[in-house]
């Protein structure tokens, strides 16, 4: 089956603690975005990358890092510089990232600080 | 700057009751509009998708167009089901990479 898979799907941290969440995609998609949601609003972008080796910041990047080593593989790291980390995060991917480019959504991990 | 506005939830349905979610939006040059649902602890699932003035999207009895004149991208659907509760974004994105989401409205379909 083609798609993108989130892991895990509840992860926990202790305060100070850098954490890393995993996406995957087998879509042979180009680009692949990060984005943060908090309950009751619209997705935010953090990162995003058109290809191998290269990823921009979105509007929300403070906080975050993230790699680009494999064309299917963008993790994501929270560290402790991210002051208010609980949230839904989401990894996306498309086909190239053109402006009619369609987004797919994997299934999100959601964050607790603890 | 770009932007999507979309109606405040959340909305309650009974079964097989007419549907309208409004959005609108503001953009620099001409997107392309989109709708996605989330059903609740998932991801987003693309529902459907216009690329141009007039353009009519449509998936799962779903439909919406885009309509320039009036900025707006409403979406509906004829009759609902409790299978439909969910919450809905409408979206645009434009040559960028990034797509700007409205805030959501929860949809909530009671038999």
């Known amino acids: 089956d083609g798609g993108i898979t989130q892991s895990p799907k509840y992860l926990f941290r202790k305060e100070g603690q850098n954490v890393t969440l995993s996406c995957e995609q087998n879509l042979n998609h180009d680009a692949m975005y990060w984005y943060r949601q908090d309950p009751g609003q619209g997705l935010r972008l953090i990162y995003y990358?058109?290809?191998?080796?290269?990823?921009q910041k979105g509007d929300i990047a403070e906080g975050y890092s993230v790699s680009r080593e494999k064309k299917e593989s963008f993790p994501l790291t929270v560290t402790s510089a991210q002051k208010n980390p609980t949230a839904f995060y989401l990894c996306?991917?498309?086909?190239?990232?053109?402006?009619?480019?369609?987004?797919?959504f994997g299934p999100g991990t959601r964050l607790t600080v603890l | 700057g770009n932007s999507v506005t979309q109606m405040e939830g959340p909305v309650t349905l009974s079964e097989e009751a007419f549907l309208t979610i409004n959005c609108t939006y503001t953009a620099t040059g001409y997107p392309s509009l989109f709708w996605y649902v989330q059903y609740p602890g998932e991801g987003l699932q693309l529902l459907l998708k216009?690329?141009?003035?007039?353009d009519k999207g449509s998936n799962k009895g779903f439909e919406a167009t885009y309509r320039k004149e009036t900025t707006s991208f409403h979406l509906e659907k004829g009759s609902v089901q409790v299978s439909d509760s969910a919450v809905y974004f409408c979206?645009?994105?434009?040559?960028?990479?990034?797509?700007?989401f409205g805030t959501g409205t929860r949809l909530t379909v009671i038999p």
């Open positions: 990358s058109q290809i191998v080796n290269d990823f």
């Open positions: 996306a991917s498309s086909i190239e990232g053109g402006g009619t480019d369609t987004q797919y």
């Open positions: 216009a690329t141009k003035a007039d």
């Open positions: 979206a645009l994105k434009t040559g960028a990479n990034n797509l700007f």
